[in-house]
C-alpha cells in the first residue's frame, strides 16, 4: 500500500528476523525453551512464596508479582515470535497488533514501579529498620501492588487509545517481530507528535523518575552497609538487595541500550537483537538470579522437593 492510500489498514506484515534457513529450526527451539524456562520459573517462584510460610515477607510478595509480570511479557510475546520464526514472516490483524502492544507496556511499566517499590522495601529493612515492621505491613504492601497495577493500566491505555485512534493507510509491512511502538507510529499518516510526546512525559513519570529514586536509595543503602564495622555483616546485609540490584541493572541497562543510544546508523536487525533483551532475556533472567542468589528461596524448593519426595515414597 501506499502512503497516501486512503484505505484503512486492517493487516500488519510482521517481517520477524532474517535468519539462514538452517538456522531456522535451531532459533525455534531456542526460542521455545526460553520461553518454557521463563515460565516454568517464575510459576515456580509464584508457588513457593505462596505455599512456603518463610517466604511470606514483603520482599517476596513483591518479587511475586515481578514474577507475573515477567509471564504477561513472555506470554504476550514469545508465542507470536516463534510464529514469526518459523513461518519467517506472519500477518495478523491491527487490532491484534494493538493489543499486544498493550500487554507489552503493561509488565513494561509494571517492573519499573515493582521494581522501586522493592527497593523502598530493601531501604526500609536496612537504613530504617526499627520503621520496618511498622510501615511495610501486608494491609500497605497489598495498597502498593493494587496501586501499582491501576496506575500502569491507566497510563498504558491512556497512550494506546491515542495510538489505536491515528489514522492507518500503509504501508502495511513492518520490520519487527512485534508491535512495538516506533515501528506501529511508522504505519500511520497521520501526525503523530502529540502521541510522541505523551509516550515521553509517560515514560519520564514511570520509568526515568523510579530510577533516579532507586539510585538515590541504593546511595543510602550503601552508605548505611560501608557504616557496619564487621564485614561478614556487611556481606550479610548486602546480600539481602544483591538479586534486587541485580535484576535492575540487566532491566534499566537493556532500556537504556534500546531507547537512549541513537537509533541513526544502526540496522533493524541490531535493535531487534537489543529489543529480545528486555522482552525475552529479562523475563528469563529474573528468577534464576533470585533462585541462585537467594538462600531463603532455596530452602523453601528443598523443603517442597523433599515433601513430594516422602509422599511419592511412602505409598
Excluded at 535493535?271 to 537467594?294: C, D, H, Q
Aim: overall charge positive; proline content about 3%.
Amino acid at each position: 500500500m501506499e502512503k497516501n492510500n486512503v484505505t484503512t489498514l486492517t493487516l500488519i506484515h510482521l517481517l520477524g528476523f532474517q535468519i539462514a534457513h538452517n538456522l531456522t529450526f535451531f532459533i525455534f527451539i531456542l526460542l521455545l525453551i526460553i520461553y518454557c524456562v521463563t515460565i516454568c520459573g517464575n510459576l515456580l517462584i509464584i508457588t513457593l512464596v505462596s505455599h512456603s510460610k518463610t517466604l511470606h515477607s514483603p520482599m517476596y510478595f513483591f518479587l511475586s508479582q515481578l514474577s507475573i509480570s515477567d509471564i504477561l511479557l513472555a506470554t504476550d510475546i514469545l508465542p507470536n515470535t516463534l510464529r514469526v520464526v518459523l513461518m519467517k514472516e506472519t500477518i495478523i490483524s491491527f487490532t491484534e497488533c494493538i493489543t499486544q502492544y498493550f500487554f507489552f507496556a503493561l509488565p513494561e511499566t509494571l517492573q519499573c514501579l515493582l521494581l522501586t517499590v522493592m527497593c523502598y522495601d530493601r531501604y526500609l529493612a536496612i537504613c530504617k529498620p526499627l520503621h520496618y515492621n511498622l510501615t511495610m505491613n501486608f494491609e500497605f504492601c497489598c495498597k502498593m501492588v493494587i496501586a501499582c497495577w491501576v496506575l500502569c493500566v491507566a497510563v498504558v491505555l491512556t497512550h494506546t487509545l491515542p495510538i489505536s485512534q491515528l489514522k492507518f493507510c500503509g504501508p502495511n509491512v513492518m520490520d519487527h517481530f512485534f508491535c512495538d511502538l516506533d515501528p506501529i507510529l511508522k504505519l500511520s499518516c497521520s501526525d503523530t507528535t502529540i502521541v510522541q510526546l505523551e509516550v515521553t512525559l509517560l515514560s519520564f513519570l514511570l520509568v526515568v523518575i523510579p530510577f533516579f529514586i532507586i539510585i538515590v536509595s541504593y546511595v543510602y543503602i550503601l552508605i548505611t552497609i560501608f557504616k557496619i564495622q564487621s564485614v561478614t555483616s556487611r556481606q550479610k546485609v548486602f546480600s539481602t538487595c544483591s538479586s534486587h540490584l541485580t535484576v535492575v541493572c540487566i532491566y534499566y541497562g537493556t532500556l537504556v541500550f534500546v531507547y537512549l543510544i541513537p537509533r541513526s546508523g544502526q540496522s533493524w536487525n541490531i535493535m531487534k537483537f537489543l529489543s529480545l533483551l528486555y522482552t525475552v532475556a529479562t523475563p528469563l533472567m529474573n528468577p534464576i538470579i533470585y533462585s541462585l542468589r537467594n538462600r531463603d528461596l532455596k530452602r523453601a524448593l528443598d523443603k517442597i522437593i523433599n515433601h513430594c519426595l516422602h509422599l511419592l515414597f511412602s505409598k
